[in-house]
């Protein structure tokens, strides 16, 4: 915090209001780290999704300019100054200013949601873990607040306000490039592994609605006739220490990019394991859950012994005919993807499962080995070069949400000078 200036107790800032609520159609509000105060409605939009108790009775009334907290994640930035009226759930704080009229709701929202207030706020919570922090009215209102002229508190929010917003619309704008990044790697996966390199070259009815024309010369089959081996994984005895253990590649482990070597747990090797030991080239299928289910890969050559568990389903080919690689990007591709996950699978929509026969029965095309492998030789250099761009869009992603960040922290404590905006953001990257 800067040195001159002074800090004055939440008490003398904020009173706690417990109005409740009467009104059934009320507008309700929710408390959000990264969105701060919301109506539940507009979340909804976009494409959250409402839950909502039977009855809005007993729920906290909040006019505008309110500060809600969520008492359990005050740690994590739960609350913020509302633009709304409506109501919030009666676990949560509600707090109204004692004197409107010196002080700036903006600046009060960015500094009690600022990583400066989160460290306090996680100091100031009580409980025995993190999941379980509570930050009372007590702790809250005996905490301070820098007491600076309502010209400086107003000049702060509406320049983190005008920042903020260039910040998103710079998001958005890599948001889109990444989303086009990611149907582009899609689209060139389904074309190539379907249609094949050759954009001449005759081409024949599959037979299959969804598959539609396929090259005169490729196989359209089953995948059975390909596989030497196909088979579910162990059901494990997970212990905590990895002596006398085996690593467990779970369907968390399973994703678009490789193996996610940091989800892997650990399996008693004294129980029984081997029907589910994985060989290197084996192509690994996600098969139980929505979201997870359909997800594929190819474990890796690697040291030692690995088990699947009982959700993931390891398929060995017949690398003579089909190449486990050319596999992998047929499978990925969102019609084979759709298929596994709504046509094929079945169960209720928390447990549906891909089993083993609808696996071995799928039906594939299966172009001569010779050109499976130049399929997969492009594509996984394409792949390659996809990878680094989408690795740099997300890096630049991260660091806008760190310079946000930064930013706040750094305007709300008094580590940059506002009324010198150019010299704040020469300052701010000296901070950062």
């Keep these: 915090m800067k040195n001159n200036w002074p800090l004055i107790r939440n008490k003398y800032i904020w009173k706690e209001i417990n109005t409740p609520n009467e009104d059934e159609n009320a507008n309700l509000l929710s408390v959000s780290q990264y969105s701060g105060i919301k109506p539940k409605a507009e979340l909804i939009e976009d494409g959250d999704f409402l839950s909502r108790a039977s009855t809005l009775k007993g729920y906290k009334c909040v006019e505008k300019g309110d500060l809600v ?29 004692i004197d409107p009229e010196n002080w700036d709701t903006v600046f009060l929202h960015y500094y009690l949601r600022s990583e400066y207030s989160k460290v306090e706020f996680r100091r100031f919570s009580t409980g025995i873990i993190e999941s379980r922090l509570r930050l009372y009215p007590e702790q809250f209102l005996n905490l301070r607040t820098p007491k600076i002229p309502i010209k400086t508190q ?4 509406e320049i983190l306000k005008q920042k903020e917003s260039e910040i998103e619309t710079i998001k958005e704008k890599l948001k889109t490039k990444i989303q086009l990044m990611r149907e582009y790697r899609s689209s060139l996966i389904t074309q190539t592994v379907t249609k094949g390199l050759d954009p001449n ?14 090259p005169e010369h490729w196989k359209v089959t089953k995948l ?15 212990v905590e220490n990895e002596k006398n253990s085996i690593p467990v590649i779970n369907q968390a482990c399973i994703q678009s990019y490789g193996i996610k070597w940091e989800a892997i747990k650990y399996h008693d090797k004294s129980r029984t394991y081997n029907k589910g030991i994985i060989k290197a080239g084996d192509v690994l299928i996600c098969s139980t859950g929505r979201g997870a289910l359909g997800r594929v890969q190819v474990f890796p050559s690697t040291k030692g012994e690995y088990v699947a568990d009982g959700h993931v389903t390891i398929v060995r080919t017949n690398q003579a005919d089909l190449s486990n690689r050319y596999l992998r990007f047929l499978l990925s591709t ?43 030789n492009l594509l996984e250099k394409k792949e390659f070069e996809i990878t680094n ?39 701010l990257e000296t901070i950062s």
């Design 201 to 214: 070259v005759p081409m024949k009815d599959s037979g299959i609605e969804w598959l539609g024309e396929v």
């Design 154 to 157: 107003r000049k702060i929010g």
């Design 334 to 376: 969102p019609i084979y993807f759709e298929m596994m996950d709504n046509v094929w699978s079945s169960g209720s929509t928390k447990q549906t499962e891909l089993n083993r026969s609808e696996i071995l029965n799928m039906p594939i095309v299966v172009p001569p080995i010779d050109e499976q492998r130049e399929i997969t």
């Design 224 to 238: 059975k006739y390909f596989v030497r081996h196909c088979a579910r994984g162990i059901t494990p005895s997970y």
């Design 69 to 97: 907290i969520n008492t359990m994640l005050a740690w994590n930035g739960s609350l913020g100054v509302s633009d709304y009226n409506g109501v919030v759930s009666p676990s949560y704080n509600v707090y109204r200013l």
């Design 389 to 427: 761009v989408l690795s740099v869009l997300e890096k630049q992603l991260n660091f806008l949400d760190t310079y946000r960040s930064s930013l706040i922290t750094a305007a709300v404590t008094g580590q940059i000078d506002v009324s010198d905006w150019k010299e704040a953001e020469e300052e």
